[in-house]
């Protein structure tokens, strides 16, 4: 395919005359005496920021690009149809992240485009290559015998610090100890005197002899073990096992459990097998046992350096913005905190990126950004979150809304930060999630998050007060300083919670007015974990046409604390239409506020169903406001063995009569179509069908080869 019909033909098609290639030499001036005629430059690995930027004579930095493209904007002689600047094939090894301001998007009409050459791999990679090994003979305090004569070690900068190190692109774990990730089998700490401290067994603090190149990996969440910190130490006693941290241990404001898992990282005596790494970062040396006891001389061996690749910084207190600029087709590698960093921003697009092997999250949106369009990009095998957008604290300003995230392949994050989820909005509102397809996940998949009335009762946080007042503050009164109207459909969520617990594949707190449809939700990984979760305050949000099974997998499940569907401390959501099988638990409704329905579903319990008394979806003590009464009937339940069958016809008349729920609800073989082959569809003479249930259409989930792309922003209003 030749440029023209990849422009043409491609989503990166922009409205516009055709485009002329820039066949010019000289520096800035000289591209910008050209610019009628500007529409493409040219980036390639052995190019030169010399070189006029065309096909022939490529620039050698994206940089270099955009300043080409600041002097034809100057010039004022700006091709009404853009600019797309082509990055050729190859690996770009980048110094400092590039950084694009205001002046350097589009036009609605003409958009700045950075592209990968068509059918060439361009990667910007932001790591460091460690060299200069050398096996140490000697002995080292406090090494594992089995490490003695395998021990290498390489020098690096004094003071540089990482998590993460990559042999021939393979992950090689941080020494620790306790060794694994089974956080079930390490030792408890307990609270310390203050919110930095805690208190180990005695015994396991050592000669560390610069501590804060130790860190201890702990699990500080009250209640249930949802998040995991990493933590520098900063100070220890020995005589009470006390460690002192350089920051609060507990991410909330809520107290430290009484019992904290704990291991300790980057110490020597973790350097228990072959495989293992620590860092000196004081002396500058990095010291390896390597894989299968190699010669780490004839391995690439690299290390995330660069903060990121790519910036797009806009400044919303000046009223400017980057507008119309999109990124597409380009590989990024080895980022050491975000790969790509969009602040105020309107109307731009990173579509089919693929961002792999990174420290931190994928693609950040902070604050002010509108109308973003992430697309078809693949993130995957990074330490925090594939996609994260924050806007801002609690108050009337909220200017972080109206974007597309569809198409995207996200899988393996969360690698460093257990709680790094696929999608996460943080105060997000007005927003498609769409076609997604998200795997393999230590926590969740989907996460839309608000702040509870909790935090507004107690002032908690740094919501904007000035804007809020005083309060009394209700769930209703809140929600006016909280965006909603997210929408969640059509995604593929699978394998996830494979270490966490208490959350859910598609996770929504305290926000309002969200519609979470047509979306496979399947095979959470632990006992305490739920399909779609909706918790504290959700108010507002309907839940319809889903198909959620094994959530939790049956398989290490007793069905005593997970289900398909939790909704938590809430009210006045819908339950409609969904299929919710091959679970022991199927819905629960857990401190009600009343005013929920639950019709037309269909719950086909597991082998050992747990068929405990139905939650009272009525107002209970327990409640923060009232939400008013709860329908709940019109569905079938079916279980695979015939006593579970007999108590749950028992129990459909207890709660007929206790509350006048599932008056005309039925327990009936809901004719599947291949159980067996996990087919949950229903035949045609399934008499769910009778009950009102309508066939829920599978055939176009998860990433589209051509899906629309152009569409999102806000749900105008409900179905």
């Excluded at 690096?156 to 992950?171: A, E, P, Q, T």
């Excluded at 499940?557 to 938590?568: E, F, H, P, T």
């Amino acid at each position: 395919m030749d440029r023209r019909t990849f422009l043409k033909d491609s989503a990166l098609t922009v409205a516009g005359p055709p485009a002329v290639s820039i066949m010019l030499a000289g520096c800035l001036q000289s591209a910008a005496s050209a610019a009628e005629a500007a529409a493409e430059f040219y980036v390639a690995p052995d190019g030169s920021d010399a070189n006029p930027g065309s096909l022939a004579k490529p620039f050698a930095t994206l940089g270099r690009a955009r300043d080409a493209i600041r002097a034809v904007k100057q010039s004022g002689r700006m091709p009404d149809g853009g600019v797309t600047v082509f990055v050729r094939g190859g690996t770009y090894v980048m110094k400092a992240p590039v950084v694009f301001e205001p002046g350097d998007g589009g036009t609605p009409e003409g958009h700045i485009s950075y592209a990968a050459f068509p059918g060439e791999t361009a990667v910007l990679d932001g790591g460091t290559r460690i060299s200069g090994w050398k096996l140490l003979t000697g002995t080292l305090p406090d090494l594992p015998p089995a490490a003695a004569g395998k021990l290498w070690m390489a020098e690096v900068s004094d003071g540089w610090r990482f998590r993460r190190l990559y042999w021939n692109g393979r992950l090689l774990p941080r020494a620790s100890v306790p060794d694994g990730d089974l956080w079930e089998e390490w030792p408890l700490a307990n609270p310390g005197a203050n919110e930095r401290q805690i208190i180990i067994p005695k015994g396991m603090i050592r000669r560390w002899p610069y501590l804060p190149d130790v860190e201890l990996n702990v699990l500080p969440t009250l209640y249930s073990y949802w998040q995991n910190r990493i933590l520098p130490v900063v100070q220890t006693d020995d005589q009470t096992g006390t460690i002192t941290f350089g920051q609060r241990v507990s991410p909330s404001d809520l107290r430290l459990p009484d019992k904290i898992p704990f291991r300790i990282e980057n110490t020597l005596d973790g350097i228990s097998q072959s495989g293992k790494w620590c860092l000196d970062s004081q002396n500058g040396r990095l010291y390896l046992w390597p894989p299968d006891d190699a010669d780490p001389s004839e391995a690439e061996i690299v290390v995330p350096a660069l903060s990121g690749a790519i910036e797009l910084r806009g400044n919303e207190g000046q009223n400017r913005f980057v507008r119309f600029l999109d990124f597409r087709d380009l590989n990024l590698t080895h980022m050491k905190d975000v790969a790509i960093l969009i602040r105020s921003a309107e109307d731009c697009a990173i579509e089919r990126c693929k961002i792999m092997n990174a420290a931190g999250d994928g693609i950040q949106v902070r604050l002010y950004a509108q109308r973003l369009r992430l697309a078809f990009n693949e993130i995957g095998r990074i330490g925090g979150t594939g996609i994260l957008m924050t806007g801002y604290p609690a108050g009337t300003h909220q200017v972080n809304r109206d974007h597309l995230i569809a198409g995207n392949h996200l899988h393996h994050c969360g690698e460093l930060n257990w709680r790094g989820a696929g999608i996460s909005l943080n105060m997000v509102g007005n927003s498609t999630i769409r076609n997604n397809l998200i795997h393999d996940m230590p926590y969740g998949g989907i996460m839309v998050i608000g702040p509870k009335l909790r935090e507004f009762q107690n002032h908690w946080g740094s919501h904007r007060w000035d804007e809020i007042g005083e309060g009394p503050f209700t769930v209703e009164n809140i929600k006016r300083f909280i965006p909603g109207y997210n929408v969640v459909e059509k995604n593929i969520i699978h394998d996830f919670h494979l270490q966490l617990d208490d959350g859910g594949g598609i996770y929504i707190h305290a926000t309002h007015h969200n519609l979470i449809r047509d979306n496979l939700v399947y095979r959470s990984a632990r006992e305490y974990s739920f399909g779609i979760y909706l918790d504290n305050n959700e108010i507002d949000t309907v839940i319809e046409n889903n198909v959620v099974y094994q959530c939790p997998d049956p398989a290490i499940s007793d069905g005593s604390i997970g289900s398909a569907i939790l909704l938590n401390a809430n009210g006045r959501n819908t339950v409609r239409n969904n299929i919710l099988a091959d679970g022991h638990r199927l819905f629960f409704f857990n401190k009600s506020c009343g005013g929920q329905t639950m019709t037309h579903n269909v719950l086909l319990y597991g082998e050992r169903p747990q068929l405990k008394p139905k939650p009272d979806p009525a107002l209970t003590p327990q409640a923060e406001f009232n939400a008013g009464a709860s329908v709940m009937d019109d569905n079938l339940f079916w279980a695979v063995d015939d006593s579970a069958r007999a108590k749950l016809t028992s129990l459909l008349a207890v709660w007929r009569a206790r509350g006048g729920w599932d008056r005309d609800s039925i327990v009936a073989d809901p004719l599947l179509a291949d159980p067996e082959k996990l087919d949950f569809s229903l035949k045609p003479d399934s008499p769910a069908y009778k009950l009102g249930f309508k066939p829920i259409d599978l055939s176009d989930l998860g990433p589209r080869p051509r899906h629309d792309t152009q569409g999102g922003g806000a749900m105008k209003r409900r179905p």
